[in-house]
């Protein structure tokens, strides 16, 4: 394992992280635990969840807080707000980026995960109702009082960075350290104007899906039944996007892997994990099995040749 700062701060996070969305819904409590050993095992410090993950939502921090008993120092712990606060609170009345939502959701994680503080808290999507400025504003006063060390954000445009920023430093509020989007060597919308933006302020990036729902596993393949017990199994709904997957894409990354002896796993998660402001490769895990696979991708250091022969294949 590798760990870099994230972005400009001095938030230090290992190079693959573990994404916590299935937690209470595919993954029960041992399997949770198992998780956690196998992060210990491997070197994987950085745990993503947030409020609206789990069945019910929530569920995901309350397996997590419970597993992390003994251990919370042991791991750099994010999680967000500001998704789903119908299903949380019983109502929507709340501007999700208001001070009341921040106050309020902040002290349901903290409770939740069973901890004192957390260490990246995220606005999970931008909230077009309240200005940035009073999220900012609720956010410093979270740090100032030690509930939370780094803030972040999710989902967000380069134009909502760039006005973040300028707001925090004119303001004198703390600034989003990192942005969260979906990112993959199948999808790098997000190098068009996010990841300038990023390198411009100092952001660090954490993708999310890297492995496109599976697509970048290697266990599909063009025209091919999906494997038994696969998500494309448990949820009838992949049949349509199995179907129309960039499968010359994948097929030129699997071949692109292939002549490195490498799987198509490692260079979805090594060769993002290289990519500028990159931070923690976000990928989810329902087994330790998993972590340890994930983790192992890092062997793999693309050098600027490797990483120029992969632009040409992905479009990058």
């Given at each position: 394992m590798n760990y870099r700062p994230l972005g400009d701060?001095?938030?230090?996070?290992?190079?693959?992280?573990?994404g916590c969305n299935a937690f209470s819904r595919r993954v029960d409590l041992d399997g949770v635990k198992g998780i956690l050993a196998a992060a210990r095992d491997t070197g994987v410090t950085f745990l993503d969840t947030a409020d609206a993950y789990g069945d019910p939502p929530g569920g995901s921090e309350e397996l997590l807080g419970e597993a992390l008993r003994g251990q919370r120092d042991e791991f750099v712990l994010a999680t967000k707000f500001g998704m789903g606060q119908k299903r949380l609170f019983?109502?929507?009345?709340?501007a999700h980026?208001?001070?009341r939502y921040v106050v309020r959701a902040v002290e349901e994680s903290l409770r939740r995960l069973r901890t004192d503080h957390?260490?990246?808290y995220q606005l999970h999507l931008p909230d077009d109702v309240t200005p940035v400025e009073e999220t900012l504003s609720a956010l410093t006063d979270l740090v100032r009082d030690g509930k939370v060390r780094y803030v972040g954000c999710s989902n967000f445009a380069a134009w909502q960075l760039a006005d973040a920023d300028w707001t925090a430093r004119t303001a004198g509020l703390e600034r989003f350290v990192s942005v969260q989007n979906r990112y993959s060597l199948l999808d790098r919308t997000v190098e068009d104007e996010v990841i300038p933006a990023c390198e411009q302020y100092g952001v660090g990036m954490l993708p999310f899906f890297p492995?496109?729902?599976?697509l970048l596993t290697g266990k599909y393949r063009r025209g091919e039944a999906a494997p038994e017990g696969?998500?494309?199994?448990?949820?009838?709904?992949?049949?349509?996007?199995?179907q129309t997957a960039d499968w010359d894409r994948i097929e030129a990354l699997t071949a692109y892997a292939g002549a490195r002896d490498l799987s198509v796993l490692d260079v979805a998660i090594a060769g993002l994990a290289a990519q500028p402001m990159v931070g923690s490769v976000i990928a989810g895990a329902t087994s330790g099995e998993q972590v340890r696979t994930?983790?192992?991708?890092l062997r793999w250091e693309p050098t600027p040749e490797d990483l120029a022969e992969l632009d040409e294949v992905t479009g990058g």
């Open positions: 701060s001095g938030l230090v996070v290992s190079a693959v992280g573990i019983g109502h929507d009345r709340d980026g208001s001070r957390l260490d990246l492995l496109e729902y599976g696969s998500r494309a199994v448990l949820d009838p709904s992949r049949a349509q996007w199995l994930n983790a192992a991708a």
